[in-house]
């Protein structure tokens, strides 16, 4: 079973809201990964750190959405102002290295925009 | 950057028949490693089958895939089908560069 763990299972948000969502990424799991799971089921590819430096990351993460992996903290992610498009699954990942291993996820965060 | 296609969003068989899942992909290094994950209503995503090495086939649970580098392929396959295998399945692709491209998933749905 993973043991990432990410909170809130479950979030609302109006448009134009702000969203936040953690993760605790699986322990001694030094890269991070955050994907959006959308309606049509396809996971999109957000943003990735290694310790706290982000690795890659997509251009609409880089405007509207915030992540950070703090040393000792929860990992998270924000959406500084929530749209109706942002309603998904937000799933976080873990893994031992930075290629070619298996990553973990965690159950995600599903995140309703009205 | 990679790209992993799957072709059939949506696969419904008979219990007991057999299961093939397509999966080609697309990337510019000679030596990706090529993943399974298999996900389950409200549980996490999680890893079914993974391979690098080309032409040697790889089994897990039941489930077994082969990487054919000349063909860009992952294809997963079972011999037959149970109704708990009803669930997403998603292949996917890494190189160096850490970042996991998936394909857009399957829905297979087996039924009684």
């Known amino acids: 079973n993973s043991k990432v763990i990410q909170t809130p299972r479950y979030l609302v948000k109006g448009q134009g809201q702000k969203a936040k969502m953690r993760c605790i990424p699986e322990k001694g799991h030094p890269v991070v990964f955050w994907y959006q799971q959308n309606k049509n089921n396809e996971f999109k590819f957000l943003i990735n750190?290694?310790?706290?430096?982000?690795?890659?990351q997509i251009d609409m993460t880089e405007k509207r959405f915030s992540a950070e992996c703090p040393s000792n903290s929860p990992c998270s992610l924000e959406i500084q102002s929530s749209e109706a498009g942002d309603s998904a699954l937000y799933l976080c990942?873990?893994?031992?290295?930075?290629?070619?291993?298996?990553?973990?996820f965690g159950k995600g965060t599903r995140l309703t925009v009205v | 950057g990679d790209s992993v296609t799957q072709t059939e969003g949506l696969v419904t068989l008979t219990e007991g028949l057999p299961v093939m899942l397509n999966c080609t992909y697309q990337?510019?290094?000679?030596?990706?490693?090529l993943f399974w994950y298999v996900h389950y209503l409200n549980e996490s995503p999680r890893l079914l089958l993974k391979s690098s090495t080309d032409n040697k086939r790889t089994e897990h649970q039941g489930f077994h895939a082969t990487l054919h580098k000349s063909s860009s392929s992952f294809h997963l396959q079972k011999s037959s089908a149970q109704l708990s295998d009803s669930a997403l399945y998603y292949c996917?692709?890494?190189?160096?560069?850490?970042?996991?491209?998936f394909g857009g998933g399957t829905r297979l749905t087996v039924r009684p």
């Open positions: 990337t510019i290094y000679s030596n990706p490693f």
């Open positions: 750190f290694q310790n706290q430096e982000v690795l890659q």
């Open positions: 996917a692709c890494n190189n160096a560069g850490a970042k996991l491209t």
């Open positions: 990942a873990s893994s031992l290295s930075r290629a070619n291993t298996e990553v973990f």
